[in-house]
């Protein structure tokens, strides 16, 4: 372990010589990728320099118990069962660090949300997770748009695609895929009982061209007039755009922007990521067949958290997490929950590989 730790200090420390030679900087996309590794990195060089120096603590102990001298034996015994503790502890954190990196949590993300059984209520719930999505963003510091949107005319969204960019937000948001469900009172009920609504999130990673090859000749692309709000731009010119993806009938439409162009290069923003999750799905339901227990399979028809507004409760049953802040976590304080989910996961991860 000692070997694979100082090759990662020496890995971080030459990412570091790089990054301050003024020529590497002016490549803007390496420097950015360099950047990101070296944050990543960081943590892990901490505790491997943590973990190198109380072992070579240990080893001089240990020197000095198989010596004559009899005053410092007495010193070092209780010294090595503390060091002892020490290096456990940090050995533990350092398998959950060095677990394999998905570079596709570097990623920036596209959420797609949309109402589920409910009726109008469900879009309104959709409206909800929306917000609750951007909150979370803006705590992070993250910037997010709109690419498409289907509004209803009481506030809520029947569907809603949006982007949100930011470091490693595919990796803190991709644990948010599935069936949302809401148990609360719809503002249209007038008898006071409690309705049960859904909406799906689908959470995929921002593909880049070079992820994912799409061919002009695998395109059918269509032009129309924007509906809904959109000014007097809305019904003069056709600027919506609906592209479908021949070899697999996926179809994305986009209509938000203001040109057809603008349309057309959100549409096959969306249409790569659609792709590059629909492959990362595959993948993920291949490695749950290896795995007793997994956070997150990539199916967003699995029901994966509860939000109970009369008793102020919100659930999520992939890792039976209950906490009684729903009024924050509706206002985009879902941290906590998004790292219990994490910590599942890297404990699944871990298990795999003792097995």
């Not at 992820?211 to 600027?239: C, F, M, P, W």
């Not at 209950?322 to 879902?334: F, H, K, Q, R, S």
Request: aromatic content about 6%; charged content about 30%.
């Amino acid at each position: 372990m000692i070997d694979k730790l100082k090759e990662i200090i020496a890995h971080f420390e030459s990412l570091e010589l790089k990054m301050a030679d003024p020529n590497f900087v002016n490549d803007q996309k390496l420097y950015t990728e360099s950047a990101r590794e070296h944050r990543r990195l960081s943590p892990i060089v901490e505790k491997s320099n943590q973990f190198i120096k109380i072992t070579n603590q240990v080893e001089d102990d240990n020197n000095i118990l198989n010596s004559d001298d009899k005053d410092l034996k007495e010193i070092v015994k209780a010294e090595i069962e503390d060091l002892q503790i020490s290096l456990e502890k940090l050995e533990k954190e350092l398998k959950v660090l060095l677990l394999p990196h998905d570079p596709t949590d570097d990623k920036n993300t596209i959420i797609e949300i949309r109402a589920g059984t409910g009726g109008d209520e469900a879009a309104l719930f959709a409206a909800d997770l929306y917000r609750m999505y951007t909150r979370f963003a803006e705590r992070n510091s993250w910037k997010y748009s709109v690419m498409e949107s289907n509004a209803i005319g009481i506030g809520g969204f029947k569907e809603m695609i949006f982007s949100v960019e930011g470091d490693g937000v595919y990796g803190f948001m991709k644990f948010e895929s599935g069936v949302h469900r809401v148990q609360r009172v719809p503002k249209t009920e007038t008898s006071g009982r409690v309705h049960t609504s859904a909406a799906t999130v689908a959470v995929l990673p921002e593909a880049e061209e070079a992820d994912i090859e799409i061919l002009d000749s695998d395109l059918k692309i269509d032009t129309y007039r924007a509906s809904g709000a959109g000014g007097q731009h809305v019904n003069k010119t056709e600027s919506a755009i609906r592209i479908t993806h021949i070899p697999t009938g996926v179809v994305v439409t986009c209509q938000d922007e203001t040109s057809q162009h603008k349309n057309k290069a959100a549409a096959l923003k969306v249409l790569r990521s659609r792709l590059l999750a629909a492959q990362q799905e595959k993948i993920a339901s291949e490695r749950a067949k290896a795995r007793k227990n997994m956070v997150s399979t990539g199916d967003r028809s699995a029901k994966i958290r509860t939000y109970n507004f009369p008793q102020g409760r919100i659930t999520d049953h992939r890792i039976n997490f209950t906490a009684y802040n729903l009024e924050g976590v509706m206002d985009g304080e879902i941290n906590s929950i998004i790292e219990n989910l994490k910590l599942a996961d890297q404990q699944d991860q871990l298990a795999s590989f003792v097995e």
